[in-house]
T-cell receptor
């Protein structure tokens, strides 16, 4: 493994903002990816960071600090449909292999 | 529409049988991947292929085999040597701009 850590589960309220953290330890880092996965379905791509800083895509933003081995996914104006698991994945230069964290299950309540 | 298809969606197998999971993509992607996901866990890499006629073992390749005879196709065979094959299997491909697309998955259950 590549020591990718995420909280197991989080709960937030509809309309609020939630931040899901991801820490990693790896050599040959070549990008950090966030995916959303609803129960029983395949993951869908949300965002990608290869350089330090914030990437914004509508209600979703992702931040990366390579020196700290740290990323977060920020979800704004939470909706009930955002209830899902969020997977953090690190890509390595070596054959572009992806390594996934165990995922954070987000529960959005009314 | 472009995308990745996997079949079947649900598969049941008796112990001791080999079974092949299909993965086809019409996205013209060179790189393709097979992952396994167990309940409450992330994805673990079984095999990957960067180009036709070439593939590499991932972290949990034992008991599995693949082929990549065509760019569009990357089938995975789960052999009887795989001791705990019941899982959700996901096929993926990666575009030139680094986005990884997943198929809908095949849920394999060994009876």
């Amino acid at each position: 493994g590549q020591n990718i850590d995420q909280p197991t589960e989080m709960t937030a309220t509809e309309g609020a903002i939630v931040q899901i953290n991801c820490t990693y330890q790896t050599s040959g880092f070549n990008g950090l990816f966030w995916y959303q996965q609803h129960a029983g379905e395949a993951p869908t791509f949300l965002s990608y960071n290869v350089l330090d800083g914030l990437e914004e895509k509508g209600r979703f933003s992702s931040f990366l600090s390579r020196s700290k081995g740290y990323s977060y996914l920020l979800l704004k104006e939470l909706q009930m449909k955002d209830s899902a698991s969020y997977l953090c994945a690190v890509r390595k230069y070596n054959f572009n292999k992806f390594y996934f964290g165990s995922g954070t299950k987000l529960n959005v309540k009314p | 529409d472009g995308g990745i298809t996997q079949s079947p969606k649900y598969l049941f197998r008796k112990e001791g049988q080999n079974v092949t999971l299909s993965c086809e993509q019409n996205l013209n992607h060179d790189a393709m991947y097979w992952y396994r996901q167990d309940p409450g866990q992330g994805l673990r890499l079984i095999y990957y292929s960067q180009i036709v006629n070439d593939f590499q073992k991932g972290d949990i390749a034992e008991g599995y085999s693949v082929s990549r005879e065509k760019k569009e196709s990357f089938p995975l065979t789960v052999t009887s040597a795989q001791k705990n094959p019941t899982a959700f299997y996901l096929c993926a491909s990666t575009s030139d701009n680094n986005e990884q697309f997943f198929g809908p998955g095949t849920r394999l259950t060994v009876l």
